[in-house]
């Protein structure tokens, strides 16, 4: 039972363009969520975090928002460059960052 | 200069024969933790700690054994009960707290059992 599902394998880009990646969940009681970025053959980064007292946070280029109602977050990078194109995992936890269950990844493609 | 350091990065090992993957952190963070990822699938827990000498299993952690007698250190094993062990093995840290706290992963050790 996949409780953090990205049901898009993959997502390409124009560069300069908006990327939007999307995160569904089913556990109501996930109240922290993180996205992370990978390059083949290393460790995730740390992007982005939005608890559930808010419905939107921002960092440089890239925002991410929270629906609740919907158990739907996604993370918007506007724009897009070449040095995006990665892996783009979102993460949740119900206990504040104490465990967090990982989505399968979208596989970004920004195109010059 | 903090963070996460995973040796080796590549490792081969035949089959049968235990392997230990190395995982050290210099960011004083209470909470480490193992994942397994594999091919086209997100990460996975294998085992976390919250605090020295102590350890939970994850959603995956059978054929795996772990240990936590230092704060900074905490080895994975991987044995020869583990039915699919080649995989990607990344070890994270973080202190999680009352307003959530994010992990830190290290670069990953790629294991291959043949």
């Known amino acids: 039972d996949q409780q953090v599902k990205q049901n898009s394998p993959s997502l390409s880009v124009q560069e300069g363009r908006i990327s939007i990646l999307n995160c569904d969940y089913t556990n109501s009681m996930f109240d922290y969520f993180l996205w992370y970025k990978k390059y083949p053959a290393e460790g995730p980064t740390f992007l982005i975090s939005i608890s559930s007292i808010k419905d939107k946070n921002e960092d440089g280029r890239f925002t991410v928002f929270l629906n609740k109602s919907a158990k739907h977050l996604s993370l918007h990078i506007v724009p897009s460059q070449p040095g995006d194109s990665a892996v783009y995992f979102c993460a949740a936890s119900a206990n504040y960052g104490q465990n967090f269950v990982f989505g399968p990844g979208t596989r970004l493609s920004v195109l010059p | 200069d903090g963070g996460i350091t995973q040796s080796p990065k590549y490792l081969f090992r035949k089959e049968g024969q235990n392997v230990t993957l190395s995982c050290e952190q210099n960011?004083?963070?209470?909470?480490m933790y193992w994942y397994r990822q594999d091919p086209g699938q997100g990460l996975r827990l294998i085992y976390y700690s919250q605090i020295v000498n102590d350890f939970q299993k994850g959603d995956i952690a059978e054929g795996y054994s772990v240990s936590r007698e230092k704060k900074e250190s905490f080895p994975l094993t991987v044995t020869s009960a583990q039915k699919n062990p080649t995989a990607f093995y990344l070890c994270?840290?973080?202190?999680?707290?009352?307003?959530?706290?994010?992990?830190?992963f290290g670069p990953g050790t790629r294991l291959t059992v043949t």
């Open positions: 960011l004083n963070h209470d909470a």
């Open positions: 994270a840290s973080s202190n999680p707290g009352l307003t959530g706290s994010e992990q830190y």
